[in-house]
């Protein structure tokens, strides 16, 4: 094909667009990467996938939140805070919240990455915080739940208090014995030392 004429009577004349927008709905991911697009359908040509993606945003069957990020027209928050920046959890205020820790209301997704950031996407605020890499990529108390990599509510609480953040905790629902465990991620005596003080006064 030689021109972008061509291209578009391909698209509207074959099962080529029907097969790749179905293929990403029918995907339990609701956000992808251009190399996650590629193996879903089976095509190494990355200008070929580009130029149809491309193509399906403009036709409102696929959004793109995000440069190089495509999603379905509904897609998960937290599953693009993945993959905003990689590697990245799930984290914070969000696990907190979510899990009733703490009561005030945050609407950013908050994640710990290898950066500092703040971005806004849509309406949508994403709010990254620094750890350094052998504490970031520690699986100790990260699961994946719905296709996200999320903190447990134990390790949300001391990522907090690491930053540290203080808030009215209401810790009644958390594992003590597996927070004293997951001290062992930080290597911080400070840490450790609020930890035991904050449980000993529940």
């Known amino acids: 094909m030689n ?5 578009l009577q391909k698209m509207n004349n074959s099962n ?7 293929a990403i709905n ?4 609701s956000v992808f990467r251009l190399t996650d697009i590629s193996m879903l359908i089976g095509e190494t040509n990355f200008n070929s996938i580009n ?9 409102k069957k696929i959004l793109n939140p995000r440069r190089g990020i ?12 993945n993959k905003i920046y990689t590697p990245s ?4 205020e969000t696990v907190l919240s979510q899990n009733g820790i703490i009561q005030q209301a945050d609407y950013a997704i908050t994640s710990i990455s290898y950066l500092s950031r703040q971005i806004k996407i849509a309406d949508k605020i994403f709010s990254y915080h ?3 890499g052998e504490m970031l990529v520690n699986p100790l108390g990260i699961k994946r739940i719905n ?3 999320i903190a447990i509510p134990e390790r949300a609480f001391l990522d907090l208090l690491y930053l540290g953040k203080q808030y009215d905790f209401n810790i009644d629902t958390l594992n003590k014995k597996l927070i004293i465990k997951l001290l062992t991620i930080y290597h911080s005596k400070k840490l450790s030392e609020l930890v035991k003080k904050l449980l000993k006064n529940d």
Do not use: G
């Open 26 to 29: 029918n995907s339990p991911d």
């Open 51 to 59: 130029q149809k993606l491309n193509y399906y945003v403009r036709n």
């Open 130 to 132: 620094k750890f350094k």
């Open 3 to 7: 021109s972008k004429y061509d291209f």
């Open 147 to 149: 296709n996200v990599n």
């Open 89 to 92: 959890y799930v984290s914070l």
């Open 16 to 22: 080529e667009n029907k097969t790749t927008v179905s």
């Open 70 to 81: 495509y999603s379905k027209l509904a897609y998960s928050h937290e599953e693009l805070a």
